[in-house]
């Protein structure tokens, strides 16, 4: 394992001096280089930020789904849940490679202000090219898909809606990625995380309210995402300064679309390797069981909330550091981000897989059947955190034609092994076979990274949380036997916390941990005191 000589520390013992558990391994707050402390700083502060962002945003969805849940029934649902992940699906596709392309170039443009506006401008127009024709296409096809799934008649008219949906999305997904890409964690938090699942929100309760059904709910979706659409772009452009513009874009055509196209042959990859299992289970099982599915990706989602929120502000942290050829301070950022990801996420997949069944009981009592395939999907989120930012880090470090390889690879893979166990196991296979993916694409990313650049993010620090993990879990399971019902939901998920927080603290935290802990509760305690002293 990589000792991370280079960030700051040599691993002696004697750098744990001052401190009563720490890991001998473990380096000094104070030897952590200047350089590597405000990256840690930047990406944590955005990973706090953005962690009231993202749970925002999966209440504001969880919050959907309950209403669709109860206003539409089991089948119904299952009609919307289906048209609705296809959607997802194809908005993974609609900006083509834009997003993570502004993410790789307007921090390198950052004193060319031109330059940024053309590579803006690229992303909105492909983006805009790619949604019309697949609104067409979807239009086309609706009826034939709808045949090969669930075979309903709302089904048709409902996919022809969020056709037209998919654009709007990747409008919204640029003018996020704008705000994202020049540092600005609360504008993309704004509009991706909270406007986006909130206008989807209104539009399909005020379609409930008015009486309609599937296909009425489709449509309220849309026009609500249209609104949001037309100022998302402009508001963007006025706050980051980034303004779009074609003018002279064959200059950076090439370039961006060099970077651009295989992230998005990649992204064509992962829906075949990480979302066929959607798809599957329209195709093979009933529209009841891709309700029930559904319901089980809106926890699965509540567990990618610590990755998503750290690799807010990686991906620019880490394209100014390997641009800078600064590549050992970027694996110790790497390392000690990951360990971060890793202590954050082991306490919410320890609560979904004890009190998974009174979860899943929110939202009915059908959708209770969905308690296997969550535990059996949860290893794939352990797998997929535990690693980081690996395909992330993969195109900041301008390896992008080697995840696209390897996402196609896998894909073919997966979708074969996928359909057999949906064949043979229903909605537990699809968790399985997504699981495994997650598991292997997220394995092969790492040493990639290892061999391609030399990063490498483990080592015994890991130790700490999974050992803290395992006493939360017994915790959490004594408490569900000792108290009935879903009051257990809360008191066990109390009771466990505390206990993990107890057990890391008696083993001992990283100093890198505790200086980024200290140093942004500083800065909050700081915010708020100026705040009520107003």
Known sequence: MNDRSGAGGDGSADSASGADTVPEDAVPEDAVPDDEREALLTIAGGAVITAGGVSGQRALTAATEFALTRGLGPTAYGVYALAWRIAQLLSRLVTFGSVPALQRYLPEYADDSGRQGVVAGLAYATTLGFGAAIAAGVWLAAPRIGALTVE??????????????????????????VFRAVGSARGEIAFNKLLRPGVRLVGAVAALALGYSVVGVAGGIVVATALLAAVAAPLSARVTGVVPSLRGFRREAGRFYNHAAPVAMSSLGKVFQNRVDVLLVGALLTATAAGVYNVVLVLIAIAWIPLLSFNQLLPPVASDLYADDRVETLNAVYASVTRQIVTTVIPILAVLAVFGRELLGLFGEPYVAGYLPLVVYLGGVFVGSAVGATGWLLMMTDHQYARMALD???????????????????????????????????????????HFEGLWPFDRTYLTPLAAGGAALVAMRAIREAVPGRAAVVVGAAGGIAVYAGALHAIGVDPRDRLVARELAGRYRAALAERLGR
């Open 152 to 177: 309903d008649p709302a089904f048709p008219p409902t996919m022809r809606a969020f056709g037209f949906l998919v654009g709007l999305l990747g409008v919204v997904m640029v003018a996020s990625a």
């Open 408 to 450: 196609w690879l896998l894909a073919a893979l997966n979708v074969a092994l996928t359909y057999a166990f949906v064949v043979r196991y229903g909605l537990v296979g699809a968790a399985l076979g997504t699981s495994l993916a997650i598991a292997v694409q997220n394995a092969v990313q790492v040493v990639l990274l290892r």
